[in-house]
């Protein structure tokens, strides 16, 4: 079975990856996107039409630092500042698009329908596809698909009683762009995560009457300004913190964190400990809760005509109702046999692809949560799929595929207290690297650059890091790598203040952790 042509849905984050990884392997990609340009979640509309899937607002500024966000062999600009304001993402992948000549194979407007086996499937694996382009429908086949449309195509909308009965506007978050059209008014977010901290503070700034934050169990507030005063993920991902155990690592950032933030004394705390919680990352809730703009709250028990009453028997007139209560997954372009719509049914090997088909022909990109950023784990999951397409990696019985998955849905359940899709990125990647080729390793540098072996073990496992070694390696890989500390603080150091201060381990201690590692990667195994 030879796979030559490859159709892609969607040309957001995961997309684009998916499409440069086909041409890399002299695939032949066909992308299918709905839209007028590419970018998925990242095109900023404020027309009133977002109804579904996620969108970005005005003070959206990315929770994951540029050189850990970025793909693998496309850096940002040097210019670009540390963390990247949603508005500014978008020229980025603007610019993957026409560095890499992707655009030739985006086909905009066009929206995917239906996704099916081809009568010929059970010998050739291949797919027909059915696409309304201008308001005609075609069919086309293909020898392998890649849906791409990810995880944060449809909201999440609870509902509680007497919410048909309330008088003021219920919206989520996906439709919410800026705070000016809440002045006066009395706001209630629901949500502990992300989008939830930053449209509490964003329309804190505005709302002349009072921000409510509703959390069911509470959250763990992370800022984004770590150790030393560097971006907290460059600290959090590195591969040696995996190896440590994770009592060790969990105490050590509580630690941190704590002595920054009195989450008991705010009302955010958590009912479930770091890393088994919904966490936030926010720089400025702290500040809106110390100077009582926003208030944190349990969560809603039911609605009045009027607004709200929370579990804690407490009510309050609200105006608002702003749900920042996340997505479902769904593709509703596929049988749910293939993509099942319920996260407790859902079965994808490495979140990637279906084991109960015949044929490995369909490979779901985006289809993840990680700790950091999504862009990195989305390019190896398209990496991976071409060298499987091309059969050059190949996949676990049935059987197996579905005990790990099982084993997966299992470990997370009793973390989380919920069916979640979601793995640690370093991990994460590191096991998808390592089935391309692509894993850089200690032992591989040793001898040869024991500086960029330090680095790979001790530094931010960069996305570059996977363009070291293995397939389609990028020229620029090792300079990334060694010099990431200075490309943060070239673009933030725009005033001569003097000496610089040193950011690295003294020496004697980077000599010690050496010899610990050789000894580990000489005897140990």
């Not at 630092?65 to 500042?81: G, I, V």
């Not at 382009?133 to 195509?153: I, K, L, R, W």
């Not at 966490?279 to 809106?288: A, E, F, G, T």
């Not at 028990?301 to 702003?322: L, P, Q, S």
Request: some cysteine.
């Amino acid at each position: 079975m030879v796979i030559r042509s490859v159709c892609i849905i969607g040309s957001g984050v995961s997309g684009l990856v998916a499409i440069k990884s086909c041409l890399e392997e002299g695939l032949e990609p066909t992308c299918f996107d709905k839209n007028e340009e590419i970018g998925g979640v990242w095109i900023f509309q404020d027309d009133g039409k977002q109804t579904e899937g996620s969108s970005f607002y005005d003070c959206l500024v990315t929770n994951s630092s540029r050189e850990m966000m970025c793909y693998s062999d496309f850096p940002f600009p040097k210019d670009a500042p540390p963390y990247i304001p949603g508005k500014d993402l978008l020229k980025y992948y603007q610019d993957y698009v026409e560095h890499f000549k992707l655009k030739p194979y985006i086909q905009f407007k066009s929206e995917v329908t239906r996704v099916e086996q081809a009568e010929d499937y059970a010998t050739t694996g291949r797919w027909r596809v059915t696409v309304i382009q201008n308001g005609v429908e075609s069919v086309h086949t293909f020898d392998a698909v890649m849906p791409c449309t990810g995880y944060f195509s449809i909201s999440n909308r609870p509902t509680y009683p007497g919410q048909e009965e309330y008088e003021g506007l219920i919206m989520h978050s996906n439709e919410y762009r800026g705070n000016k059209m809440f002045q006066d008014k009395t706001v209630v977010v629901v949500g502990g995560s992300h989008s939830a901290g930053d449209i509490s503070v964003d329309t804190s700034l505005t709302a002349d009457q009072q921000v409510y934050l509703s959390m069911r169990s509470g959250t763990w507030v992370i800022t984004r300004n770590g150790p030393f005063g560097w971006p907290r993920d460059l600290y959090m991902n590195r591969r040696i913190n995996f190896k440590l155990p994770e009592f060790y690592r969990r105490n050590l950032m509580k630690k941190e964190l704590l002595s920054k933030m009195n989450l008991d004394n705010l009302g955010l705390q958590s009912e479930r400990e770091l890393f088994c919680s919904e966490v936030m990352v926010n720089d400025l809730i702290q500040s809106r809760i110390f100077c009582g703009k926003v208030k944190a709250k349990p969560g809603i028990d039911h609605f009045t005509k009027t607004g709200i009453v929370f579990t804690d028997g407490t009510e309050v007139k609200a105006d608002v109702v702003i749900y920042a209560t996340g997505y479902k997954l769904r593709a509703p372009y596929m049988d749910t046999s293939i993509i099942q719509e319920s996260l407790k049914d859902l079965e994808l090997y490495k979140f990637v692809f279906p084991p109960r088909l015949q044929h490995p022909t369909c490979a779901c990109i985006g289809y993840l949560m990680t700790i950091g950023a999504h862009g990195p784990a989305f390019e190896l999951q398209a990496r991976w799929a071409v060298q499987v397409f091309k059969g050059r990696c190949s996949l676990p019985s049935t059987e197996q595929m579905l005990r790990e998955i099982r084993f997966i849905k299992k470990v997370q359940y009793q973390r989380f207290g919920k069916h979640i899709v979601f793995m640690p990125s370093v991990p994460y990647q590191d096991d998808l690297a390592s089935r391309i080729g692509a894993l850089p390793t200690f032992k591989q540098f040793m001898f040869s650059d024991p500086g960029l072996a330090f680095r790979v073990i001790f530094g931010p496992a960069l996305p570059s890091s996977y363009r070291l070694v293995g397939p389609h390696p990028w020229k620029g890989a090792r300079d990334s790598v060694l010099n990431c500390w200075d490309t943060y603080a070239n673009a933030t150091r725009t005033r001569n203040v003097g000496k610089r201060s040193d950011n690295s381990w003294p020496i004697p201690l980077q000599i010690a952790l050496l010899l610990v590692v050789i000894s580990i990667v000489l005897f140990a195994t």
